[in-house]
C-alpha cells in the first residue's frame, strides 16, 4: 500500500523534544558568537549532513533568536548538499521537521509540496485540489498538506476497497461540500457518499498494480496464476496490503480468483510457503516475510517467549520447516519437558510424545517407557489434548504394559474422541473386560458417556453390537434424550429415532407388550419431536395392528381439577360465546367489514373462545381421576409425593409431587406427569439415584399426594 507523503507532526515534535542543542553551541549562543555557530553548522553540514539530530536545535534556537535570515540560508545550504548526494528520504524527514518549528518557511512548504507532486501529480484533481488546500497561504501548513494528500489519496479514479462492500473506484470528489462518491464494482447503480474524514477512515486506498485492482481489471491471468503458481500469488496479496492478514481475509480478496470450493486445497498448498508464518490461536494471523529465513527467524522469537503448552502448538504447526528451526525447537521442549516433569507430568508427556513424533531418532532427555509405567499413566493420557499423541500414548500402552486391558477399559470410561473411542474398542475385542463395559455403558449411559455415545453411532455398522438392539436399548435412548447430561449430544441422538436408524431397527425386536409401553413412554417424552413419535407409531402399527386399540391414552386430573375444569366450560359455552355471539352480530350491523374494527375484535376473540372450549371438551371426555387409593408407591406414578434427598452432604431435601398438566405449580414444587423432569422419575423406586433440575438425588420416600 502506498505510505503518506506527510508525516504525523506529534511524532515529530515529540521526537524533536527529546533532542538538545550540542552545549558548545550553547556557550557559543550564550556568547553571542554567532559567526561561530554559523562555521559549526556549515563544517557539520559539509561533514555529515544526515546529522539532523545536531544540526535541526541549532535552527530552532536561531528561530527563537529572531535569526531568520541565517537559518535561511543555513537551510538552503543544507537542503542544495542533500539533493547533490541524492538523499530523497533525508530531504524529506528534514522539510516536515523544520515545518514543525518554522510553519511559514516556503522552502520547507514548497519541498513537501515536491514530494506530494512526484506521489500524486499525475491526479486528474490535482490543480483543484492544490488550489482548494491553499498550502501558500494557509496558516498551518501540516494541516492544510494532510487534507491535501488525504484528497489526492481518495480522487477520482482512485481504486479503494470497503469490507463488505468489496472493490469500488471514487466517481467523483465535491471538495467544496466536503464530499467523495464512491462507485463499487458490485453496485455500480448506487454511488455511496462520505464525507473525507470518513474516506480516510473507511476506505483502504488501493495504489497501481494492487491485486484487488487487477482482479477487476484483468481476472482471468490471476486465475491462471492461482492455479500454476499459488507462491507468486500469496506473494502478490501480501506485497499489495503490506500488512498481516486474517485467514478470512485472504480468502475475502482472492474470492472469485479462487472459487469456495477450490479455496480448502488452495490454501493447503499456499500456506506451506515458507516466507509465510501463521500465528496460534482459534484466529490465527498470516504474516509474509521477505525471505523463509525472516519468517523462521519470526517463529523462533514467537516460540522463545511461548509457554510449554503454545511451544507444542508452534512445534506442530512449523515440524515442517527448517531443519535448523525445528531442532532448536526441539532441544528446547526436550528441557522443558525435564523441567515440568513433576509439576505437570501430563504436558511433560504430551511433550515427550510430540518429540518422538518430530524426530523418530532423537535421543531423549525423558522416556515414553518412564511415562507409560506410572500409575497415574490413564490420568496422563487423558488429559493429552493432542488427538494423535494421544493415539501414540495408547498404542505404547499396548506395546508395554502387561494390564494394557485394564489400562484401556479405564481410559474408555472417559475417553470423547470417536477416533480413539474406535482404537481402544478394537484393542479389547472379543475381551471379557469389554463385554462388561459395554453391559455397563448400556444401562447407565452417564457412566462411560463418551464410549454410550460411539456405541449409539456404531450399532448398526458392528455385528458384534447389532444384538444389542432391543427394547431395553431403545428404552434407555428414550431417557438419555431427556437427560441435560446429554444436552449437548440431543440433536445428533434425536437423528436415531428416524425411519431406518438404531430405534426403527431395534423396534423389529420388540413383542407386543414392549411395542405398547414403548408408544407410551415415546409419547411421555418431553424431547422427541412429534412428527418422530408419529413416525414411530406408524411402524409399531404396521408391525402389531392391534397395539394402538390397546393403547389408554388418558389425561390425568384430580376430581377438584377436573371439577374447575367442568364448570369452566360450561361457562365458554353457556356465557361467553354466546355474549360475544351477539356482540358478533351488532358489530356486523355497523357496516363495511373490511373496516369495522369492532367485528374484527369480536370474530378474534370468538375463534379464541372456541378453540379454548373444543380443548377443554377434548382433556375432559379424556380425562382420568387420580384416586388416591389406587396410587401405587412401590415406585413413582402419577399422584405420588417423592422426598429426594441430596447426594452431596449439605443439600437440602425436596418433596415434589407428580401430578396432571391441570394441577402443575412448580412453585409449590408440584409437576405435571408430562414435564420432563418429573416423567424421569416416573417408576424409579426407593434408594435409586435419580437427577431432578441437574442435581443428583437418592428416593428416600414415596407417599401418595394427599398425605
Given at each position: 500500500m502506498q505510505k503518506t507523503i506527510i508525516p504525523d507532526i506529534e511524532k515529530i515534535q515529540a521526537s524533536l523534544s527529546h533532542t538538545n542543542i550540542d552545549p558548545e553551541i550553547k556557550t557559543l549562543f550564550d556568547s553571542s558568537k554567532m559567526d561561530e555557530v554559523e562555521d559549526r553548522v556549515m563544517n557539520k553540514i559539509e561533514s555529515k549532513p544526515e546529522d539532523l539530530d545536531y544540526i535541526l536545535p541549532i535552527l530552532r534556537a536561531l528561530i527563537r533568536r529572531k535569526g531568520e535570515v541565517r537559518a535561511e540560508m543555513l537551510l538552503q545550504l543544507l537542503v542544495d548538499t542533500i539533493r547533490e548526494k541524492e538523499k530523497t528520504e533525508l530531504e524529506y524527514e528534514l522539510f516536515s521537521s523544520v515545518l514543525t518549528f518554522w510553519p511559514e518557511n516556503t522552502l520547507a512548504r514548497a519541498g513537501l509540496m515536491e514530494h506530494i507532486q512526484k506521489a500524486y501529480g499525475d491526479s486528474p484533481d490535482y490543480e483543484l485540489l492544490v488550489n482548494h488546500c491553499d498550502i501558500e497561504n494557509s496558516r498551518d501548513p501540516f494541516q492544510a498538506l494532510h487534507l491535501l494528500e488525504t484528497w489526492l489519496r481518495f480522487g477520482t479514479g482512485q481504486g479503494v476497497y470497503l469490507p463488505q462492500r468489496g472493490v469500488g473506484r471514487i466517481k467523483e470528489i465535491k471538495p467544496r461540500l466536503n464530499v467523495v462518491r464512491v462507485e463499487f464494482q458490485e453496485n455500480k447503480s448506487e454511488l455511496l457518499s462520505l464525507r473525507i474524514t470518513e474516506a480516510e477512515r473507511l476506505l483502504e486506498f488501493l495504489p497501481k498494480g494492487h491485486i484487488l485492482l487487477e482482479k477487476l481489471e484483468n481476472l482471468p491471468a490471476l486465475q491462471t496464476l492461482a492455479k500454476e503458481n499459488p507462491d507468486e500469488l500469496i506473494k502478490k496479496l501480501f506485497t499489495s496490503v503490506d500488512r498481516p492478514l486474517k485467514v478470512s481475509e485472504i480468502k475475502e480478496h482472492l474470492s472469485q480468483i479462487i472459487t469456495p470450493k477450490e479455496w480448502s486445497s488452495w490454501w493447503s498448498k499456499a500456506r506451506k510457503n515458507p516466507q509465510l508464518t501463521i500465528s496460534s490461536g482459534t484466529k490465527p494471523i498470516v504474516s509474509w516475510s521477505d525471505s523463509a529465513a525472516d519468517a523462521d527467524k519470526q517463529i523462533g522469537e514467537e516460540f522463545a517467549k511461548a509457554s510449554p503448552r503454545e511451544k507444542l502448538d508452534l512445534l506442530q504447526k512449523h515440524s515442517d520447516r527448517s531443519e535448523e528451526l525445528v531442532s532448536t525447537m526441539l532441544d528446547n521442549l526436550a528441557t522443558t519437558a525435564a523441567a515440568i516433569k513433576e509439576s505437570k507430568p501430563a504436558l511433560a508427556f504430551e511433550t515427550i510424545l510430540a518429540i518422538d513424533k518430530a524426530a523418530k531418532n532423537r535421543p531423549e532427555t525423558e522416556s515414553i517407557g518412564e511415562f507409560i509405567a506410572r500409575k497415574?499413566?490413564?490420568?496422563?493420557?487423558?488429559?493429552?489434548?493432542?488427538?494423535?499423541?494421544?493415539?501414540?500414548?495408547?498404542?505404547?500402552?499396548?506395546?508395554?504394559?502387561?494390564?494394557?486391558?485394564?489400562?484401556?477399559?479405564?481410559?474408555?470410561?472417559?475417553?470423547?474422541?470417536?477416533?480413539?473411542?474406535?482404537?481402544?474398542?478394537?484393542?479389547?475385542?472379543?475381551?471379557?473386560?469389554?463385554?462388561?463395559?459395554?453391559?455397563?455403558?448400556?444401562?447407565?449411559?452417564?457412566?462411560?458417556?463418551?464410549?454410550?455415545?460411539?456405541?449409539?453411532?456404531?450399532?448398526?455398522?458392528?455385528?458384534?453390537?447389532?444384538?444389542?438392539?432391543?427394547?431395553?436399548?431403545?428404552?434407555?435412548?428414550?431417557?438419555?434424550?431427556?437427560?441435560?447430561?446429554?444436552?449437548?449430544?440431543?440433536?445428533?441422538?434425536?437423528?436415531?429415532?428416524?425411519?431406518?436408524?438404531?430405534?426403527?431397527?431395534?423396534?423389529?425386536?420388540?413383542?407386543?407388550?414392549?411395542?405398547?409401553?414403548?408408544?407410551?413412554?415415546?409419547?411421555?417424552?418431553?424431547?422427541?419431536?412429534?412428527?418422530?413419535?408419529?413416525?414411530?407409531?406408524?411402524?409399531?402399527?404396521?408391525?402389531?395392528?392391534?397395539?394402538?386399540?390397546?393403547?389408554?391414552?388418558?389425561?390425568?386430573?384430580?376430581?377438584?381439577?377436573?371439577?374447575?375444569?367442568?364448570?369452566?366450560?360450561?361457562?365458554?359455552?353457556?356465557?361467553?360465546?354466546?355474549?360475544?355471539?351477539?356482540?358478533?352480530?351488532?358489530?356486523?350491523?355497523?357496516?363495511?367489514?373490511?373496516?369495522?374494527?369492532?367485528?374484527?375484535?369480536?370474530?378474534?376473540?370468538?375463534?379464541?373462545?372456541?378453540?379454548?372450549?373444543?380443548?377443554?371438551?377434548?382433556?375432559?371426555?379424556?380425562?382420568?381421576?387420580?384416586?388416591?387409593?389406587?396410587?401405587?408407591?412401590?415406585?413413582?406414578?402419577?399422584?405420588?409425593?417423592?422426598?429426594?434427598?441430596?447426594?452431596?452432604?449439605?443439600?437440602?431435601?425436596?418433596?415434589?409431587?407428580?401430578?396432571?398438566?391441570?394441577?402443575?405449580?412448580?412453585?409449590?414444587?408440584?409437576?405435571?406427569?408430562?414435564?420432563?423432569?418429573?416423567?424421569?422419575?416416573?417408576?424409579?423406586?426407593?434408594?435409586?439415584?435419580?437427577?431432578?433440575?441437574?442435581?443428583?438425588?437418592?428416593?428416600?420416600?414415596?407417599?401418595?399426594?394427599?398425605?
Open positions: 497415574d499413566a490413564p490420568a496422563l493420557i487423558t488429559k493429552i489434548k493432542d488427538r494423535t499423541l494421544r493415539k501414540n500414548a495408547v498404542a505404547a500402552v499396548k506395546d508395554i504394559r502387561e494390564d494394557c486391558a485394564d489400562i484401556f477399559i479405564r481410559l474408555l470410561r472417559t475417553e470423547t474422541d470417536n477416533q480413539i473411542v474406535t482404537l481402544l474398542y478394537e484393542s479389547l475385542l472379543n475381551t471379557k473386560e469389554l463385554e462388561t463395559l459395554l453391559s455397563s455403558a448400556v444401562s447407565d449411559p452417564e457412566s462411560a458417556s463418551g464410549f454410550y455415545l460411539w456405541i449409539c453411532r456404531n450399532i448398526l455398522t458392528r455385528p458384534e453390537l447389532n444384538r444389542r438392539l432391543d427394547y431395553t436399548f431403545a428404552q434407555k435412548l428414550v431417557g438419555v434424550i431427556n437427560n441435560p447430561s446429554f444436552k449437548s449430544y440431543h440433536a445428533s441422538l434425536r437423528k436415531l429415532f428416524d425411519p431406518g436408524n438404531v430405534v426403527d431397527k431395534a423396534i423389529r425386536n420388540f413383542d407386543k407388550e414392549q411395542a405398547i409401553n414403548f408408544l407410551s413412554l415415546i409419547d411421555r417424552s418431553g424431547s422427541l419431536e412429534s412428527y418422530r413419535k408419529e413416525d414411530l407409531r406408524s411402524e409399531i402399527n404396521r408391525m402389531f395392528p392391534d397395539s394402538e386399540e390397546e393403547k389408554e391414552e388418558y389425561f390425568y386430573t384430580t376430581a377438584e381439577a377436573l371439577d374447575r375444569k367442568r364448570k369452566e366450560f360450561e361457562h365458554l359455552t353457556k356465557v361467553e360465546i354466546p355474549e360475544n355471539t351477539e356482540q358478533l352480530r351488532k358489530a356486523k350491523e355497523l357496516g363495511d367489514l373490511r373496516e369495522n374494527f369492532e367485528y374484527k375484535a369480536a370474530r378474534m376473540r370468538q375463534e379464541m373462545l372456541s378453540s379454548r372450549a373444543k380443548t377443554l371438551h377434548d382433556q375432559i371426555s379424556m380425562s382420568k381421576l387420580i384416586v388416591p387409593e389406587s396410587v401405587d408407591t412401590s415406585a413413582v406414578s402419577i399422584g405420588a409425593k417423592v422426598v429426594l434427598k441430596p447426594v452431596e452432604n449439605g443439600g437440602e431435601i425436596q418433596t415434589i409431587t407428580i401430578l396432571g398438566a391441570w394441577e402443575s405449580d412448580p412453585s409449590r414444587h408440584i409437576y405435571s406427569h408430562q414435564a420432563p423432569a418429573a416423567n424421569a422419575l416416573l417408576g424409579k423406586k426407593k434408594s435409586d439415584k435419580v437427577e431432578f433440575n441437574n442435581i443428583q438425588f437418592y428416593i428416600e420416600d414415596i407417599k401418595v399426594w394427599n398425605e
